[in-house]
């Protein structure tokens, strides 16, 4: 009798401990989360498709779309290898480096309205440091940087990727230091040079690291839109109207929450999806 | 002596690098910072053409941090954004703590679905779900409370993955004695792992700190009143309707670029321990 | 065993003390004042002018009105979020003059018919008050008004060496569009030959907004909306808006006007020295004083008109108006305030702290030209040239796509298919609001 109770008790245990966690989550996070989808599935008050037939006959929407996809699948694999070399060239043992990884960091620390001010000033395309200084310096015609539709994306690429890497790069840090010293010295032994090394040890050592950073890093910069709110609004020539930013709009400036919500379900549907390939992906290669 | 001027060689190329990078890294900065100097009317009188002077001041001036400081109350937004973060990080490792403690160390049913549930979190955006989250803390009375924007930011899916990678290391053997020993889960947590967990705890808050100092939409909405109006939403005052004071808001952004700064130096060695699965072993 | 779940518990509930221990220092403030007399509550970036009149109020009624501060560019997203969860939260509703309709649209208002007689409503005028009405109904009631004006910085013209008679200059006849250009062009090739000083011609003050740049078709004899506001097709594709677009394009390519500055950039070139007329609006006259300046380095003429449309230009109006939210708990105390502050003694002390200009020619004192002596163009404008926005529930969604062409003009994008994405992106925010 009483083993059984202490056995119940045990069981409870862990149940107890996840308790509080699971409780703030599913208020905070999850029920919201269950309330958007329940609105994307909505049209004009009661149940209904209609608000995903009406966001896919918009050709806007398959537009933006597109948008972020392009956008993504430049800077996620940008933002994991400048963050992964950055790792590695703090990962060395010389005198100060301390400060540098700090330093590093520092765009991280920057909030983004502080950071969409600073490069907008620098790329700005009349008195902006960038175009006084390729004009000065190089002869370089003017550039049109934020309002050129061909360069203004890869703008915000390079400003998130500038504002992201830093973060990334102590998850890779981490990784780097947890891998055993001895791995190398036994690759040294049998004449890999370092191009080998980091191929064939250094970059599977991480494997778990990687993993963990694309997910994160994907689910991030799908649903990043601050740069085109704040610098862009979308433009020029909606050339940077990613689909977050149109879900933005919708909630907040149009009053139409059940479209914002349907064009959130799909974002969120997308990340889960490509996620998911990461996850298989990796796991194959095992 | 060819070998060591090799490693010389090879020393000063990795200083060389990380000081090309430390530029890019900071170049962005360095202009606002420079800037918070000067007045508006001297900034935008250099602008064009480029030379010296349009990055560095010509008459160096406090004007904007005083400014910031005494009309604006920039110190009661700092004070009341510390609160708020001083709040959450406690609050936040407490809970994440306990909750990575059962997932690392108990075998119990639907272990995989709830974890799965946490890592979910980390993909929900804050602005799609800002207006359900309103109504809900609105019901619940809490808007313009410290309350309203601590509870929402508790259950931390990132600060839990950390947790439970970070005690993955901790030998469960450990544990075990401490049972046999008739210790109770107590006596684990807080004699054994919570010890061991330092780096973590630093990494956590830190992590904690840098997203709550920059997080913008919520406390915009869940904190207007003046009471309790955290810094990123009160910079958005220096853009007014017909004005926009440059100087105060590179002021403001130097100010709340800084500490955050100082708070991480200090701390960075643990920060990096803390990432690191195999810290414990040291 | 117990005690394990005990302290589990114990913790949690610690938290909460600790969290909702904090909470109530927040609460305070909005049960204050609330003995005896009601407290109104209201979300504006006008808080120091609108906290003068509130004091006055409060003596005056009992009445307290609480005000909450925020930057202007965030009034429109939290009140969004406040009224669609129909909180209570906020009694009276500031609103951008073109939203009512909006707000209306989403029940977000209330009718005002009761505090204001019909010789009140009568007294605003009258573009203002149509800005306020929707369906016959009475909504928002302004604040104030505004109007666009032109500058000039009087130190670069006489660098340059060009002298003009501003007086000659009235609101019957104006300085056109194409002179200015040219007393421009002519400024900028002695002050700055080579560009490397980066001096612009003209900068407008808003631009890219729907305020002022809209102004350029519109005094060209452009509409912005179909008569019924259910379409724009016709409309902003007509051949009047193609002339102001092509030669506003025109003119950024040349250099006049600028490119890639924000609007509020255009305002310190101007205090900075490095433009030589900006478009901007009445109330700029105290910035550019905030600025530094002093009427001997400025003045101001009447916006120009294009050549050939002398009697068809239009200048900016409407501002911010006051009503009352329909989930407030007191109404009547609100909708009396709102008469308070827009007809009555209130917007006495409202309108000299905010720098709007007036609602009514009534209310151009001397006091208050005295202090921003452009008041005077904006009477003749408000009475004379002052030209409406679009009236339709779609004008956030309008504003935006329009937003947008006019930077993508700026930008040198294809005039006609800007137009195009432009027409069918509105007609299909349109559309949704004419089906419901």
């Known amino acids: ?179 055993d010293t001895s791995v190398y010295e036994a690759a040294k032994i049998d004449g890999a040079n370092a191009l080998q090394t980091l191929w064939d040890i250094t970059i599977p050592l991480v494997k778990k690291t990687t993993l963990f950073v694309m997910v994160a890093d994907t689910s991030i910069n799908i649903l990043l839109f601050a740069p085109t709110q704040l610098i862009t609004s979308g433009g020029p020539s909606d050339s940077t109207n990613v689909l977050m930013y149109e879900a933005y709009k919708q909630a907040f400036k149009y009053g139409s929450y059940e479209k914002g919500a349907a064009t959130t379900c799909v974002l969120v549907v997308l990340i889960l999806i490509i996620v998911f390939f990461q996850f298989k992906l990796t796991n194959q290669e095992d | 002596m060819k070998r060591f001027d090799k ?85 936040t490792i407490v809970i994440c703590s306990l909750a990575a403690f059962a997932f690392s160390f108990y075998d119990f049913k639907m272990k995989k679905q709830l974890f799965a549930l946490f890592l979910l979190t980390f993909m929900i955006p804050g602005e799609a779900i800002a207006l359900p989250l309103y109504s809900l803390v609105n019901s619940m009375g809490l808007i313009n409370t410290y309350a309203g924007l601590v509870l929402p930011a508790l259950a931390n899916g990132l600060v839990l993955f950390l947790f439970v990678q970070f005690f993955s290391d901790t030998p469960k053997a450990l544990l075990e004695s401490v049972e046999i020993d008739g210790g109770g889960w107590w006596t684990s947590f807080s004699r054994i792992v919570l010890p061991l967990s330092k780096p973590i705890l630093i990494t956590a808050g830190l992590m904690v700190f840098v997203n709550q100092w920059n997080d913008y939409l919520w406390p915009l909405l869940a904190a207007r009143a003046q009471e309790v109006k955290v810094v990123t939403v009160a910079v958005a005052n220096f853009k007014e309707q017909n004005v926009i004071h440059w100087g105060y808001i590179y002021a403001a952004s130097t100010v709340s670029a800084l500490i955050p700064i100082f708070i991480f130096l200090p701390f960075q060695k643990y920060f990096v321990q803390g990432i690191t699965s195999g810290g414990v072993k040291g | 065993m117990k005690r394990q779940v005990i302290s589990v518990l114990m913790g949690v509930s610690l938290l909460a003390v600790m969290v909702s221990g904090c909470g109530k220092k927040g609460d305070g403030a909005d049960d204050g004042g609330s003995e005896g007399g009601k407290t109104l509550k209201i979300l504006t970036h006008y808080d120091a002018a609108f906290a003068e009149a509130a004091k006055k109020y409060e003596e005056e009624t009992g009445v307290k009105v609480e005000i909450e501060q925020t930057a202007y560019e965030n009034i429109g997203d939290t009140l969004e979020v406040v009224l669609s969860s129909q909180s209570d939260e906020y009694d009276l509703i500031m609103a951008d003059g073109p939203n009512t309709s909006a707000y209306v649209s989403r029940g977000y208002l209330e009718p005002l018919t009761e505090y204001f007689t019909e010789e009140e409503k009568e007294s605003f005028s009258p573009e203002l008050l149509k800005q306020g009405t929707v369906n016959d109904e009475f909504y928002a009631a302004p604040l104030g008004d505004s109007s666009t004006v032109l500058y000039y910085n009087k130190n670069l013209l006489k660098q340059a060496g060009i002298e003009v008679d501003w007086s000659q200059y009235t609101g019957e006849s104006r300085i056109t569009w194409e002179e200015l250009v040219d007393l421009a062009k002519k400024a900028v090739a002695e002050l700055d030959p080579d560009g490397s000083k980066g001096i612009y011609g003209i900068e407008i003050g808003q631009v890219s907004s729907v305020y002022q740049m809209n102004l350029l078709a519109n005094s060209m004899g452009g509409k912005n909306i179909s008569d019924d506001g259910k379409t724009v097709k016709g409309v ?72 050939g449309h002398e009697d068809e230009v239009a200048t900016g109006c409407g501002n911010w108006a006051l009503g009352v939210s329909a989930f407030s708990n007191n109404k009547e105390e609100a909708g009396k305030f709102v008469n308070y502050m827009t007809y009555g003694e209130g917007n006495d002390i409202f309108l000299p702290i905010s720098g709007m200009g007036p609602n009514t020619s009534a209310r151009y004192t001397d006091e208050l030209t005295e202090k921003n002596p452009v008041l005077e163009i904006a009477k003749y404008e408000a009475e004379n040239t002052a030209f409406v926005r679009a009236v339709t529930p779609a004008f956030n969604e309008y504003s935006a796509a329009l937003s947008t062409m006019w930077e993508d003009i700026r930008n040198g994008a294809d005039i006609e298919e800007a137009m195009e994405s432009t027409v069918e992106q509105i007609d299909s925010a349109l559309g949704e609001y004419n089906e419901s």
């Open chain 3, 236 to 307: 902003i594709d007509s051949d009047e808006w193609k002339d102001a677009i092509a030669w506003y394009q025109g003119l950024v390519e040349e250099g006049v006007f600028s490119k890639g500055v924000s609007g509020l950039e255009t305002y310190n070139n101007f205090y900075a020295g490095k433009c030589v007329f900006e478009w901007m609006t009445a109330d700029s006259y105290t910035f550019c004083l905030d600025a530094d300046l002093t009427e001997e380095d400025f003045g101001w003429t009447y916006q120009p008109c294009f050549e």
């Open chain 2, 7 to 91: 490693k010389r060689l090879g020393k000063a190329g990795i200083y060389l690098l990380l000081v090309i990078v430390l530029i890019i890294s900071l170049f962005p900065i360095i202009y606002p910072l420079l800037s918070s100097f000067r007045t508006d009317n001297e900034l935008f009188e250099n602008m064009a053409p480029f030379n010296w002077h349009t990055i560095v001041p010509i008459e160096w001036t406090w004007e904007n941090y005083i400014a910031i400081f005494k009309e604006y109350q920039f110190g009661s937004y700092l004070k009341n954004t510390l609160i708020m973060i001083a709040l959450i990080i406690p609050g």
């Open chain 1, 1 to 179: 009798m009483k083993q059984s109770s202490a056995k119940m008790k045990k069981r409870a245990l862990p149940y107890c401990l996840l308790l509080p966690a699971l409780a703030f989550v599913l208020v905070f996070k999850i029920y919201p989360l269950i309330y958007c989808f329940i609105q994307g599935f909505h049209y004009k008050g009661s149940w209904s498709l209609e608000t995903f037939r009406v966001l896919f006959s918009n050709k806007g929407f398959w537009h933006s779309l597109w948008v972020t996809i392009k956008m993504n699948l430049v800077m996620t694999p940008l933002q994991i290898v400048l963050s992964f070399l950055m790792a590695l060239l703090v990962n060395q043992a010389v005198r100060g480096i301390g400060a540098f990884r700090s330093l590093y960091y520092l765009p991280v620390t920057i909030s983004m309205p502080v950071a969409a001010i600073c490069w907008s000033l620098m790329l700005s395309v009349n008195n902006g440091l960038a175009n006084s200084f390729i004009g000065s310096w190089f002869g370089i015609a003017p550039q049109g940087f934020f309002t050129d539709a061909n360069q203004a994306l890869w703008c915000i690429v390079a400003l998130s990727t500038w504002k992201g890497c830093g973060y990334w790069m102590m998850f890779y840090l981490a990784g780097l230091k947890g891998i």
